[in-house]
């Protein structure tokens, strides 16, 4: 029971502090604002995390794992690569929608908004290359176009990034028309259109792969 509460209070305080970072960045970001709004003393919050650095890193880790998960049941499916490309997106989009907060967090950690010492996190290397992988394995079997697949994943995510941060300002009439579910849904479409063309040209896509 008390380890049970102790891993609620964990998640809890993880949870506030994606928000604050987010919102706030790493600097901005008060421990014993986060302790109030969990409900403990600040004390407390050195029992689970030893300094506001490792409060940080412990919520990339938390992100990159989730993804991490996600990627590799999608990469693991029988799926087709193209079903797959367009499920990693559409997978992709829901994350980015679900927590915007951890797109704040990199955006604000490219600008510098991070601890001194933090450097790539060892987690993306690896998201990026099972995700390059996944390209460079299409490529070889004449599926997918010759790309740099390095590129083309940094693409997709400064993209999605930059409909979920910049787009709901400079373009509020296409972001903010209709539910939050169809913009959600408009965003995976786009996103596809555009890697799909990237990986495919316009040639139908289901061609290629009825030639392996």
């Known amino acids: 029971m008390v380890a049970h509460a102790e891993r609620g ?3 809890r305080i993880l949870e506030v502090a994606e928000t604050s970072l987010g919102e706030h960045g790493y600097h901005g970001t008060r421990l014993h ?6 409900g403990i003393q600040k004390a407390s919050l050195f029992h689970y995390f030893s300094s506001k650095e ?5 919520v990339i880790e938390e992100g990159f794992g989730e993804t991490e998960q996600v ?5 693991d499916s029988e799926a087709t690569p193209l079903e797959k490309l367009r499920a990693l997106i559409d997978a992709y989009v829901d994350m980015v929608a679900a927590h915007p907060e951890r797109t704040k967090i990199l955006l604000r950690q490219s ?12 987690e993306l290397q690896r998201l990026m290359k099972l995700v390059s992988t996944f390209i460079t394995e299409g490529e070889r079997v ?18 999605v990034a930059f409909f979920f941060t910049s787009a709901p300002v400079i373009a509020p009439d296409w972001f903010d028309g209709g539910p939050a579910e169809a913009r959600i849904e408009r965003i995976k479409r786009h996103t596809f259109m555009v890697v799909q063309r990237c990986l495919v040209g316009t040639r139908d896509p289901s061609s290629r792969e009825a030639e392996r």
């Not at 604002?33 to 969990?38: E, H, L, M, S, T």
């Not at 490792?54 to 412990?58: D, I, K, M």
């Open 33 to 38: 604002q986060i302790a109030q709004q969990v």
């Open 71 to 75: 990627i590799r049941r999608v990469l």
């Open 142 to 159: 004449q599926v997918f176009a010759s790309v740099d697949p390095t590129a083309l994943v940094l693409s997709v995510i400064g993209m």
């Open 9 to 11: 209070t964990r998640e």
């Open 54 to 58: 490792h409060l940080y890193r412990a």
């Open 111 to 122: 600008l510098g908004d991070a601890p001194a010492a933090q450097n790539q996190p060892p």
